[in-house]
Nanobody, 116 residues
Framework: QVQLVESGGGLVQPGGSLRLSCAAS????????MGWYRQAPGKQRELVAT????????YADSVKGRFTISRDNAAKNTVYLQMNSLKLEDTSVYYC?????????WGQGTQVTVSS
């Protein structure tokens, strides 16, 4: 049974930082492209960042230079999203995704709220 469990969301002020984690089980983690997506109320789910098994990364233009995706293929089977310089518009539910091909598997989501 595949499970992706996100954690690390919360409430943060503009300019602050958060680190999201997604622990994967039930898959051969190193074989999967891992990604973070987000969905704000009334909007479509959008790509935030992806990372291949070899460590190649891709970011949405809106988060480049502020967010960093990384993964631990060894003991932890976890993907991270370090979010710095958070903006009000980063407020969303953030979802973890694991795929070899689309659509892959999804986590349950974690809420990130940026508010003063």
């Amino acid at each position: 049974q595949v499970q992706l469990v996100e954690s690390g969301g919360g409430l943060v002020q503009p300019g602050g930082s958060l680190r999201l984690s997604c622990a994967a089980s039930g898959i051969i983690f190193s074989a999967y492209v891992m990604g973070w997506y987000r969905q704000a109320p009334g909007k479509q789910r959008e790509l935030v960042a992806t990372i291949t098994s070899g460590g190649s990364t891709n970011y949405a233009d809106s988060v480049k230079g502020r967010f960093t995706i990384s993964r631990d293929n060894a003991a932890k089977n976890t993907v991270y999203l370090q979010m710095n310089s958070l903006k009000l518009e980063d407020t969303s539910v953030y979802y973890c995704n694991a795929r070899i091909r689309y659509p892959g598997y999804w986590g349950q989501g974690t809420q990130v709220t940026v508010s003063s």
